[in-house]
């Protein structure tokens, strides 16, 4: 099978909203990796391997979001997988680890990377923008998460310029 016809099958399972069906898309001892994530913000795991760890992690997000759907933003075939331009469209009304739906209006792109062997999804590198996310589905989270990271950098700015000044 095409790896893109395969892709597209894997966004049908997503929005099927059956995790099982999501994790068969998958080798046996195949790899899902969230590579970027917020553990304070959604706790758990970020590396799911095998069919019931990659089942577990994609039904705590579908418990979450459970009328979320995938919409493709665009994809490309490569030699030995896949490159998707996602994009997650639903309301927030579960948890996701210790982050509780309020209702909030999910509206999260990202990108994931596929490697793909004998019609079947090797490993998956899953990346997002986790202040866009917050700043999208929480508003007032990705307000705080702007002012902290603002005070992060202004503080290595500081740290860097005290390190070159001349003593004295």
Known sequence: MPHDD??????????????ERVAGYFAKDGVRHWEVVLPPMIGGPTRFRGHSEIAAGVKAFMDAVPDMRVEIDDLIETDSGAVL???VL???????GDWRGQGENVDLPGVSIYRIADDAIVEERMHFDPDMMARNWAPGLGALM????????RGRA???????APPG
């Open 146 to 153: 702007s002012v902290g990271l603002k005070m992060w950098k």
């Open 90 to 96: 639903a309301t927030h009304t579960g948890a996701w």
């Open 6 to 19: 395969l892709i597209r099958s894997y966004l049908e399972a997503w929005n099927s909203h059956d995790p």
């Open 158 to 164: 500081t740290k860097r310029e005290r390190a070159a």
């Open 85 to 87: 331009e996602w994009r």
